[in-house]
């Protein structure tokens, strides 16, 4: 079986350390390279074309979702996973739009980050509860004011439950497997849910499922609002 190559992100030095010895344990990943700053992350990206990057947010030449940016236009194939200190509903929305896989928080414990890696090298999208928690605060405080300005996007309940799965990172074979429907008519139900919500990307589509579920105590369940 071939392993998950990584390249850590991190401007320290002693982070970057424990997290080479969490993945020298495993069988399924190992690090391939390392970085302490944004330019040289899309230098060693360049290099070594990780399957994935693991990166912080801030860093002390600049923002790592530019980083990511430039990682995921010139190699599309390279996933980039976000592990920072930062609680902020707008860089997670802004790391989502640059490509990333995920979002996730440094306090996360080893098996969830390693779980969480795999899930991203394979395609799924994940993000830490504790950021989660933060959205929902936010959305709770705006979710009135905000209202009104929203256009209302209708979904039925088979198309809803595609977007869900397909959200939770799940394949398109995973999707068809679970809601026994052959894989072809998922593709086509993940291609009207796209064009609904004027979308490119399942983790766009995760960013707007996510804040959508958090208001579902003010719309009905078929129902999904989507914000500017």
Known sequence: MTRIRLLLVDDQEVFRMGLCKLFERSKTMRVVGEASS??????????????????????????????????????????????TSC???????????????GFLMKKIAGKELSRAVETAATGGYVVDPAITNVIMQEMRASSASAASDQEIVVFPPQQRRVLALL?????????ASVL???????????????R?????????????FAKCELRKNSQDTSTLRLGP
């Open 167 to 175: 959200t939770e990172g799940k394949t398109n074979r995973q999707i």
């Open 38 to 83: 944004a330019a040289d992350a899309v230098i060693q990206a360049d290099r070594l074309k990780p399957d994935l990057v693991l990166m912080e947010l801030r860093l002390p030449d600049g923002s790592g979702i530019e980083a990511c940016r430039r990682i995921r236009s010139a190699h599309p194939h390279v996933r980039v996973l976000f592990l």
């Open 87 to 101: 609680q902020d509903q707008s860089a997670l929305v802004e790391s989502t739009y640059a490509g990333a896989s």
């Open 196 to 208: 609904k919500l004027r979308l490119t990307r399942r983790s766009q589509a995760a960013v707007y």
């Open 180 to 194: 026994a429907l052959s894989e072809k008519t998922v593709i086509g139900y993940i291609r009207i849910i796209y």
